[in-house]
């Protein structure tokens, strides 16, 4: 497998660490931001960021850059 | 004719009148019926998907897990990023068997993988005992929202017929087209209500959506991080759900089939990509929970939170828009949710099982005529029986992810064999359905769903080693 490729596959891991095996480290109230409690604030960080790791996975990933069958 | 009823009429017929002209152009094919014709590019595939996937649960039931059961209401938000991180590197798979051997439906993808028809049969079987529960439940959402909308002018048991005919007319003309094009029009006022009322409330009593938050964490500190209010629902319960839940989001047999109504794997990623940020609205829906246990305390059902706050702090037109989003963001799962279970029936049940010879065009004739076979049965229920198929309600979502196994599986491992899968599927779903009859979910505080596709894998990798490998295609 291509280094990219691999990369691009260990991407995919991100949010299951930051979504599901850190949970346990972060169920607290304090400290809030903006009110928030720490919990809500530590999933709405990592579900904004998902997008970024996947278009980060997709950048690694393409086999040649661009990849321009789809387009016009 | 009062405001609030006029604004839900117009939008729903105008919402069907568009359902309907989205398809008369086109000359009507089965593949054009199902998968649209595999032409769908970006923006039409995110309305699509968000239209499938933000239900009325959405709407009333994250609000109503907030106000009744506080943070384990927080798993919505993260199994959504994980599903679509799933799908960023399942589904352009998927999607490109499907394109390679003209797969339609989920079924196809089992009959083609491991060459058994009868495989193909039973998991359109489980796919439409899945599915039958969730289209009572938007048609009973559908009632629901109308009733409250209209302060009963329109009672659950007119609605709930009026939105299955609507529904009917444009799925049976129009296919996967016409709710794709309802479902711009679902998003769009859905997205508007939800942020009108996810920031105006708060802000109306407590100056803000922080400010709420703090007001909260000074009366009751324990509903905003975890069990909430619900005990048995503790972290261990959220990390086994949302594994469960990401696992089994793309195997419903809708949402398993929308990668195939992609134009290219490439929009199916870039989609993947995008959709966490769908997310964020339910934040908000989220916050009008919370809001609502702060003002409203003592509300009978949960699942109300949302309607009767708005009724309570906004003027009577308003709450005709709510309504009128509301109705629509039911038509549109259930359109989807209709499609598939007949076109399952038709094409992988009736022809796939008994009349392998039927042509095309039988088929397509089928599965219309059984729209309105489902939607009747679904409506049926809905009236008669509103309570009888909640077994399979709690167990639809256990029972697609038990699918999940042998998908991935199949894609990255020789040896999974037939029999390794069905021993895997039929395991996981007699282990989800033990456990949640018998009222042992969560059991050790994981989600039993989770317990029984643990069991599913197990039970798949030990069979396929045990049975000489024949995979048709690799």
């Given at each position: 497998m291509r280094q990219g490729k691999k990369l691009s596959f260990l991407l995919g891991a991100v949010p299951f660490l930051a979504l599901v095996a850190a949970l346990p480290f972060v169920n607290r109230l304090e400290p809030t931001v903006f009110g928030l409690p720490f919990l809500l604030v530590w999933i709405l960080f990592w579900v904004a960021l998902t997008p970024l790791v996947l278009f980060a996975a997709d950048?690694?990933?393409?086999?040649?850059?661009?990849?321009?069958?789809?387009?016009? | 004719v009062t405001p609030a009823l006029a604004i839900i009429l117009g939008v729903v017929l105008a919402s069907t009148?568009?359902?309907?002209?989205?398809?008369?152009?086109?000359?009507?094919?089965?593949?054009?019926?199902?998968?649209?014709?595999?032409?769908?590019?970006?923006?039409?595939?995110?309305?699509?998907?968000?239209?499938?996937?933000?239900?009325?649960?959405?709407?009333l039931g994250a609000s109503g897990w907030a106000y009744s059961r506080g943070a384990p209401t927080y798993y919505i938000l993260i199994y959504g990023a994980l599903a679509y991180t799933v799908s960023f590197y399942l589904l352009p798979e998927l999607w490109r068997r499907g394109k390679r051997f003209g797969l339609q439906t989920q079924p196809d993808f089992f009959i083609r993988?491991?060459?058994?028809?009868?495989?193909?049969?039973?998991?359109?079987?489980?796919?439409?005992?899945?599915?039958?529960?969730?289209?009572?439940?938007?048609?009973?959402?559908?009632?629901?929202?109308?009733?409250?909308?209209?302060?009963?002018?329109?009672?659950?048991?007119?609605?709930?017929?009026?939105?299955?005919?609507?529904?009917?007319?444009?799925?049976?003309?129009?296919?996967?087209?016409?709710?794709?094009?309802?479902?711009?029009?679902?998003?769009?006022?859905?997205?508007?209500?939800?942020?009108?009322?996810?920031?105006?409330?708060?802000?109306?009593?407590?100056?803000?959506i922080g400010p709420m938050f703090k007001a909260l964490a000074a009366k009751a500190p324990g509903h905003l991080v975890l069990p909430g209010a619900a005990p048995s629902l503790g972290v261990s319960w959220v990390m086994s759900t949302v594994l469960l839940t990401a696992a089994g989001f793309y195997m419903w047999p809708h949402?398993?089939?929308?990668?195939?109504?992609?134009?290219?794997?490439?929009?199916?990623?870039?989609?993947?990509?995008?959709?966490?940020?769908?997310?964020?609205?339910?934040?908000?829906?989220?916050?009008?929970?919370?809001?609502?246990?702060?003002?409203?305390?003592?509300?009978?059902?949960?699942?109300?939170?949302?309607?009767?706050?708005?009724?309570?702090?906004?003027?009577?037109?308003?709450?005709?828009f709510v309504g009128a989003a509301g109705a629509v963001t039911a038509m549109v799962p259930a359109s989807i949710l209709v499609l598939t279970a007949s076109t399952l029936l038709a094409k992988n049940i009736y022809q796939a099982g008994f009349r392998p010879g039927a042509s095309e065009r039988t088929?397509?004739?089928?599965?219309?005529?059984?729209?309105?076979?489902?939607?009747?049965?679904?409506?049926?229920?809905?009236?008669?029986?509103?309570?009888?198929?909640v077994n399979l309600?709690?167990?639809?979502?256990?029972?697609?992810?038990?699918?999940?196994?042998?998908?991935?599986?199949?894609?990255?491992?020789?040896?999974?064999?037939?029999?390794?899968?069905?021993?895997?599927?039929?395991?996981?779903?007699?282990?989800?359905?033990g456990l949640v009859f018998t009222k042992h979910d969560p059991l050790w505080g994981l989600n039993a769903g989770f317990i029984a596709l643990a069991a599913n894998a197990a039970v798949a990798a030990v069979v396929s080693l045990l049975t000489p490998s024949r995979r048709i295609a690799g």
């Open positions: 950048r690694l990933g393409r086999r040649r850059p661009p990849d321009d069958k789809d387009r016009p | 009148a568009v359902g309907i002209t989205a398809g008369r152009r086109m000359k009507m094919n089965l593949e054009n019926w199902t998968v649209g014709g595999r032409r769908f590019g970006l923006l039409i595939m995110w309305f699509l998907m968000a239209g499938e996937i933000y239900t009325t649960f959405t709407f993988t491991f060459g058994s028809r009868a495989l193909g049969v039973f998991v359109a079987l489980i796919g439409v005992a899945s599915i039958l529960p969730y289209l009572q439940l938007q048609l009973a959402g559908l009632g629901l929202i109308v009733e409250a909308a209209s302060d009963g002018a329109v009672v659950a048991n007119v609605a709930i017929p009026a939105g299955f005919v609507l529904t009917c007319v444009f799925v049976f003309t129009s296919g996967i087209r016409g709710t794709a094009w309802v479902a711009i029009i679902k998003d769009v006022l859905m997205i508007a209500a939800v942020v009108v009322v996810g920031i105006g409330a708060p802000r109306m009593f407590f100056g803000g949402t398993f089939a929308s990668a195939f109504s992609a134009k290219s794997d490439r929009v199916i990623r870039r989609n993947a990509i995008i959709m966490p940020f769908y997310q964020i609205p339910i934040l908000l829906v989220i916050g009008v929970g919370f809001t609502a246990f702060l003002v409203l305390p003592g509300l009978a059902n949960g699942d109300m939170a949302f309607l009767t706050l708005v009724r309570k702090t906004y003027p009577p037109w308003f709450l005709g088929v397509l004739r089928l599965s219309r005529a059984m729209v309105v076979v489902v939607m009747a049965a679904a409506l049926l229920f809905a009236l008669v029986f509103p309570n009888a198929l309600l709690l167990i639809g979502y256990d029972g697609v992810s038990q699918l999940f196994p042998s998908v991935v599986l199949a894609l990255v491992w020789k040896r999974l064999t037939r029999a390794g899968a069905a021993a895997g599927i039929v395991t996981g779903i007699a282990v989800a359905a």
